[in-house]
């Protein structure tokens, strides 16, 4: 069967790999970290996952979590106004549950799995003379490894990466304790709080190591007010910082977050990066060649929720290109077709997620707005996080966001 190395064992590689192993391939996934390391480890994300994403999951029978894990059956939106005011406050419906597992949870549990049903577990952080070298070994090397340092393979297509700097300073913070949402008692929900001008606030709740927790996660403009976290080592004070922002500027959720406590001394997470688009074929200096899977060559800021969606999508994409591939050669114009494939999904999520980050114009600012008193346009957005090829039919163009609207007032 054909041989297949993975660099990085996160979303997509970790899919990627099982996916390959149930359908015969001889696979080789390398790590940088063991699944015990990653398991008492740092959190890494929110991981939000909506239907589309957890369905590929569940495809492969990989959905281990599903019944512990919280139901997301709602998104929310608030917006801030001068003093502790609420004056945008909604939630739209979702048609299929989102849910978040904690990285931590799945990678390491998905990284057993792959080594108990025989696949070859390599602990080694990979540099690219590694993979120099194996390029002539395998039939096909793909680097999952997210936004570590194997990027520098793959070059910055500019054309489609309009931002060279970060836009938003991340901080998360798992906690327990936080008080039921009283807005909608009867059913979890992400909310995304906006704070005009200054960033947003998400809270979501997940499965984490020590069972359900809520997730509290500030992206602040950098240079702003929330932009308070890079220096901060001690997890204490990173929580009592998000808590003290939460007062000043959405009291609503802070109230519910009086009794939080961290889940543990390792749930926290401060970084900002720089959205990037990249070329997926990256030339090794031997002359072999490897395919970049989900964040290595789209890396999107979190501000949607969308990277491991995208990665779930992308793994699945390229599973059906390796299988369909038979036993052609992975030579350049597939690696590049693969990808196409995948950026036909992905560059919607791109399009979203880079213009969520400017500031909004107005007919998006009207639509937010009056998503409160059509709770079909709230749904449809909530829905948009699912497959955000759907806000080409409302999101960017004017007219179109007015149609929409009048459509729904006239229903
Ligand atoms: C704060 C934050 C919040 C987020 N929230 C959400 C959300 O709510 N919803 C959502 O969908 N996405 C979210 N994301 C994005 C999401 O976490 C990522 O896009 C997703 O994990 C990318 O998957 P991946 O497989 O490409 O890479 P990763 O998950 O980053 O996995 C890469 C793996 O490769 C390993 N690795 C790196 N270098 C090497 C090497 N040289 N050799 C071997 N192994 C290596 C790493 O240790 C890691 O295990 C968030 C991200 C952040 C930072």
Redesign the pocket.
């Known amino acids: 069967m054909r041989k297949i190395l993975i ?7 970790l899919q990627l790999a099982l996916g390959l192993q149930a359908q015969g391939y001889e696979v080789t996934l ?4 063991t699944a015990d390391e ?1 398991r008492t480890g740092r959190v ?6 909506f239907h589309t ?1 957890l369905q590929h999951e569940r495809d492969l029978g990989l959905n281990f979590w599903e019944s512990q894990a919280p139901k997301i059956e709602g998104l929310g939106v608030s917006v801030a106004g001068p003093e502790g005011a609420r004056p945008i406050d909604w939630v739209g419906r979702l048609d299929g549950y989102a849910q ?1 597992v904690d ?1 931590r949870v799945k ?1 390491a549990g998905w990284m057993e799995t792959f080594a108990q049903r025989g696949g070859q577990l390599v602990i ?4 690219v003379s590694d993979l120099d070298y194996f390029s002539r070994t395998y039939d096909l090397v793909l680097v ?7 990027v520098s393979m793959f070059g910055r297509d500019a054309e489609r990466s309009p931002y060279t700097e970060p836009q938003r300073a ?1 901080a ?1 913070a798992y906690v327990h304790g936080l008080g039921p949402r009283p807005e909608h008692p009867g059913f979890d929900a992400v909310r995304c709080n906006l704070v005009p001008g200054v960033g947003e606030l ?1 809270i ?1 709740p997940t499965l984490t190591t020590s069972g359900r927790a809520d997730i509290l ?1 500030w992206e602040g403009i950098p240079g702003g007010p929330l932009d308070v976290f890079s220096g901060v080592k001690d997890p204490a004070e990173h929580l009592s910082l998000t808590l003290k922002l939460m007062e000043r500027f959405t009291p609503w959720e802070h109230a519910r977050a009086t009794k939080a406590e961290l889940t543990d001394a390792n749930g926290t ?1 401060a ?1 900002r ?1 720089a959205p990037t688009v990249r070329n997926p074929v990256g030339r090794l200096p031997g002359g072999g060649l490897v395919l970049g ?4 060559v789209v ?2 800021d ?1 501000i949607t ?7 779930s999508k ?1 793994a699945a994409a390229y599973l059906a290109a390796i299988v369909e591939r038979g036993e052609e050669p992975f030579d350049e114009a597939w690696m590049r077709a693969t990808f196409d494939a995948y950026w036909d999904t992905a560059r919607h999520v791109t399009k979203w997620t880079n213009a969520m980050l400017g500031a909004p114009p107005e007919h998006v600012l009207n639509l937010i707005g009056a998503a409160g008193g059509l709770p079909a346009v709230a749904d449809r957005f909530a829905n948009g996080f699912n497959d955000p090829a759907d806000f080409e039919n409302y999101f960017y163009d004017p007219e179109k966001t007015e149609a929409l609207l009048e459509g729904a007032a006239a229903q």
């Open positions: 660099v990085g064992a996160g979303q997509s590689g390398m790590s940088n970290r990653i890494m994300s929110t991981q939000c996952m994403a978040s990285q990678m080694h952080g990979a540099a999952a490894a997210g936004k570590g340092e194997l991340l998360v998400f979501m996660f997470l970084g990066y899977v989900a964040d290595v890396a999107n979190p929720g969308q990277g491991s969606n995208s990665a992308c």
